[in-house]
């Protein structure tokens, strides 16, 4: 799963990085919505996810990953339940200029039990803060990782992907460990 607030990216994570031409269902803003969307911080924005982002990456002849980007507008978000059945790990993206749009995604992976691992999505007017500030002020445990990326760039994001794998890695050999 690809998740996060409104506006952070996650479709433009699950482009950049799919191996197929991804199925997307954004559709324009429109004025109606205005007063629901909450447009501070991302007034550029033209279109909204409304449903989910689909793409799929193969990661060698007979393992695929299947990417999930959730909507990220609250009137969206009981679609999200639906997204967290079989999924094995998530990533929550953030944008640092709007830290609190990712708190219900976080509070959401840590609820049903879902790893996931933090991605700082780099905006042109992003200021850049220290991993350790970030995870303060999320509330995030040591163990779930905090990296910065580029949505729009193939490389950084699969290398988000990368993360996240090693992350589930690790936990389930931390699981395994005879106690």
């Given at each position: ?10 479709t ?14 954004e ?8 007063d629901?969307?909450?447009l ?17 990456i193969?990661l ?12 990220g507008?609250e ?7 639906g997204?967290f059945?079989?999924?094995?790990g ?19 992976m ?6 996931f691992v933090?991605?700082?999505n ?11 500030e970030?995870?303060?002020a999320l509330d995030?445990p ?20 990368v993360t ?6 690790e936990?389930?050999?931390v699981?395994?460990e005879?106690?």
């Amino acid at each position: 799963m690809i998740a996060g607030g409104f506006g952070t990216g996650k479709t433009t994570m699950v482009r950049s990085v799919s191996d197929i031409k991804p199925l997307t269902t954004e559709e324009t803003l429109t004025q109606a919505s205005a007063d629901v969307d909450h447009l501070i911080g991302v007034a550029d924005k033209t279109q909204t996810t409304v449903s989910l982002d689909f793409g799929k990456i193969s990661l060698n002849d007979t393992l695929m990953l299947y990417l999930f980007g959730t909507p990220g507008q609250e009137r969206f978000w009981f679609l999200w339940n639906g997204l967290f059945k079989g999924a094995l790990g998530a990533i929550v993206l953030v944008d640092t200029r709007r830290l609190a749009s990712s708190f219900r995604a976080i509070e959401e992976m840590e609820r049903q039990q879902v790893p996931f691992v933090i991605a700082l999505n780099v905006f042109p007017d992003s200021q850049n803060f220290p991993a350790e500030e970030i995870r303060d002020a999320l509330d995030i445990p040591e163990r779930t990782p905090v990296v910065t990326f580029d949505a729009r760039d193939r490389a950084s994001s699969r290398d988000v992907l990368v993360t996240l794998i090693r992350h589930l890695r690790e936990r389930s050999a931390v699981a395994l460990e005879p106690r």
